[in-house]
C-alpha cells in the first residue's frame, strides 16, 4: 500500500456521526511539550475548543481523546470538559479505538477522527470524516478529508466541533441549549 496515497471513501451521512474523537498533542494542543520540575508536564489549551466541547454535550454527541503520551495535565482537561472516553499512553491507537466502537456499538462510519501525524493514520483512514489542523504534518494533510485552517491548539477543534454541528444541522440547537443551561 502507498502511504502517502489517499484512500477513497464513502460520502458522510451525518446523522450517522455518533463520536468525534481526538488526539491531543498537535491537535487539543500545539504540540510543543514542556515539561516543568519532576514529572510535571505543562500544555497549553484553547478555551475556545473547550467551548465548543460544551456544545457538543447539549446535543448529546460524546467526545473521545486518544493520545499516545501520559499526561495529568490532559487528564484535569478532560475532567473540566467532562470527557468521558480518555485514552492516554496508547502505541495502538487502531486497536484502542476498534475496543471502544465495539463498546459504545458503534462503527468507523459514525466517527469523525482529527489527528495530525503518521500514529493517528491508520484511524483516519477508517473513519466517516479524517480531519488535521492546518500545521498538521504535511504527508498527512495529502491524505485526510478536511483540514482545518486553524492549527492545532489554536481553534482546530472549535473550528472541526461548529463544522460538525453545521453539517448534522443542530449549530443552532446546541448554542441554544447551551444558553438556557447558563440562564
Known sequence: MNYLTKPNK?????????LLIFDCDGVLTDGRII???GKQDIKNFDATDGM?????RQIDLPVAVVTG???EALALRC????????YQGISHKLDCVSALLEKLELDFDNVVYMGDDWNDILCMRRAALSVAPADANADILKQVDLVTTRKGGRG???????YVLTKKGVYDRAIA???DSVS
Open 156 to 162: 482546530a477543534v472549535r473550528e472541526l466541533i461548529d
Open 79 to 86: 475532567q473540566d470538559l467532562k470527557i468521558e472516553h480518555l
Open 177 to 179: 441549549k447551551y444558553l
Open 35 to 37: 515539561y516543568g520540575d
Open 52 to 56: 465548543g466541547m460544551m456544545l457538543l
Open 69 to 71: 503520551r501520559t499526561s
Open 10 to 18: 464513502r460520502p458522510i451521512t451525518w446523522d450517522r456521526i455518533k
